[in-house]
């Protein structure tokens, strides 16, 4: 009978490795969004700002958690989510980041963080803007990478610039798909975020977005 429950055993073991081989680090992997970026304007007003998350795979019955950001892939192509490290939603971590910015270059800044059902008409009709002479609001249309031997970002976010009075002052957006790097999970750092900071960086460094939100501009 020992004899028999140590081969059951050694197979429940072999099997378990190869479960592990075929599924490589995939399972539960986390990815750290946490970032800052640099952002090339200077004020004093009040803003306020808000991130809608539209990506179909999160915003779909029975779709993808919330702090959703892309999938890694087994050594045999099984797709499974990641998330973030924190656990927060993409859609906070990305408020948080500009928010943080923009307070180090002097505006005061009120974040609104609102749940996966609210759009954006709902925020112009509703949000009081009495205290702040601009409303930024940031679309993530899509977003996530997928993992296998390289990391490919699928990405589509826009930032929208509104008067108090719900006017919309700028608009710019930035799409597409590119390839992170050739060394897949083995990177030390994932380059997902770092790719995040650079998006934001470009759509907050433009020039009509810039402008926007500049305090003269609200005279």
């Known amino acids: ?28 992997r986390k990815i750290n969004y946490s970032f800052t970026p640099e952002l090339k304007i200077q004020g004093s007003g009040t803003v306020s700002i808000t991130t809608l998350d539209q990506r179909e795979a999160v915003i779909k019955e029975n779709g993808r958690k919330l702090d959703f950001v892309g999938y890694c892939r087994s050594g045999v192509g099984i797709a499974y989510p990641m998330g973030t490290s924190s656990g927060k939603k993409l859609s906070d971590i990305i408020t948080d980041a500009i928010s943080t910015a923009l307070t180090q270059n002097g505006y005061k800044v009120c974040p609104y963080f609102v749940d996966i059902t609210s759009d954006k008409n709902q925020i112009l009709n509703k949000q009081n803007l009495n205290q702040s002479y ?26 929208e610039i509104y008067n108090n009075g719900g006017n919309l002052l700028a608009k710019k957006g930035v799409r597409g798909e590119e390839i992170l790097n050739s060394r ?7 380059p997902a975020p770092i790719a995040l900071t650079e998006k934001v960086e470009l759509l907050f460094n433009d020039i009509t977005i810039r402008q926007s939100l500049s305090d003269e501009t609200a005279k």
Not at 134 to 144: A, D, M, P, T, V
Not at 184 to 190: D, L, S, V
Request: with cysteine; glycine share 4%.
């Open 1 to 28: 009978m020992n004899i028999l429950n140590a081969k059951v055993n050694y197979l429940l073991a072999l099997v378990l490795i190869c479960i592990l081989i075929i599924s490589g680090c995939a399972i539960g």
């Open 134 to 159: 601009r409303l930024i609001i940031i679309l993530i249309n899509k977003w996530h990478t997928d993992t296998y031997s390289q990391t490919t970002l699928f990405y589509d976010i826009v930032v």
């Open 184 to 190: 897949g999970i083995k990177e030390e750092r994932n």
